[in-house]
């Protein structure tokens, strides 16, 4: 059974979106495998650039494959375990393909790089990968980690052993560069609850969060909580989170249809007088400003 078909039956939405579009349309080109995959080898199943807009969205269930999605531009968001996920540009998504996820792209255009991947020879790498972030991580593009994805995405249908190897390696370095930041050796030497408490507000950042809400989930008192996190990171964990929200919304404001006050809601401050003001304190000029800039 190709691919696309143990997709397709296993998809719980419906493959149509429109009169003329389906899922399956939009979904990534598969690779012709060769008959036997060495189990040490990372291998792709399906690899692309999907450009897509709303109504695009699809949910699924058990999928023998793990997942990788990295935004380039526009918005999308995901439903996996409970949690929602935006997804913007510059942020890595990975998961299990078996866990049940909804996928769909916000009311303006998305475009990301979809990697389907065996399942053989990853449980390293993703159990490293869980160890250390949540399934959506920041992972701001470079020239290299773009070469990756292009190169995994330009030619995936090969079936000679040098392709593989060479998309072992191409996905060795990517794995190896989201596992391992720059940021590790700082966090390495944080308490694990303190780690714990800094990946929430990277990942969920849009949720509402406060140290009285950290205290509970911990189990420890919030003024303990705020000085360790102060000590590791240099600033109060509230201020932690409202810079790193501010970083998010300037990504936002990159969209021209995005509003200033649409911008806010996403990233967990529903009051627009509150963002433009905490905007301006971290970044020293207005969110309209900063827009404007964008242009010259």
Wanted: net charge neutral; proline share 5%; charged share 20%.
């Amino acid at each position: 059974m190709s691919f696309y078909q143990i997709f397709l039956s296993n998809l719980l939405s419906s493959n149509k979106l429109t009169s003329t579009t389906t899922v399956s349309q939009k979904l990534p080109e598969e690779v012709i495998n060769l008959q036997q995959v060495p189990s040490e080898l990372l291998s792709l199943r399906a690899a692309g650039y999907i450009s897509c807009s709303y109504p695009y969205h699809y949910e699924l269930q058990n999928l023998p494959a793990y997942c990788v999605i990295y935004t380039v531009k526009g918005q999308g968001g995901c439903k996996l375990n409970g949690h929602r996920y935006t997804l913007t540009p510059g942020t890595l998504l990975f998961f299990h393909g078996r866990e049940l996820h909804e996928i769909h792209a916000e009311k303006n255009s998305w475009e990301f790089y979809q990697l389907f991947l065996d399942e053989s020879g990853i449980s390293f790498y993703y159990e490293e990968y869980n160890k250390r972030h949540s399934p959506l991580l920041p992972f701001p593009e470079s020239p290299y980690i773009l070469s990756i994805f292009e190169r995994l995405a330009a030619a995936p249908s090969s079936a000679d052993k040098d392709s593989y190897l060479i998309n072992h390696r191409l996905l060795t370095d990517l794995f190896i560069a989201a596992i391992v930041r720059e940021s590790d050796a700082q966090d390495s030497s944080a308490p694990s609850y303190i780690r714990e408490m800094k990946k929430i507000m990277d990942t969920q950042y849009s949720e509402a969060h406060s140290l009285s809400c950290f205290e509970e989930i911990f189990g420890i008192s919030k003024y303990r909580l705020s000085r360790e996190f102060r000590d590791q990171y240099k600033e109060p964990p509230m201020k932690y989170l409202n810079r790193r929200r501010i970083e998010e919304g300037k990504r936002l404001l990159q969209e021209p249809e995005m509003t200033v006050y649409e911008a806010g809601r996403q990233v967990g401050i529903d009051n627009t007088t509150h963002f433009i003001h905490l905007f301006q304190k971290y970044t020293g000029t207005t969110p309209a400003v900063y827009r404007r800039s964008l242009l010259t």
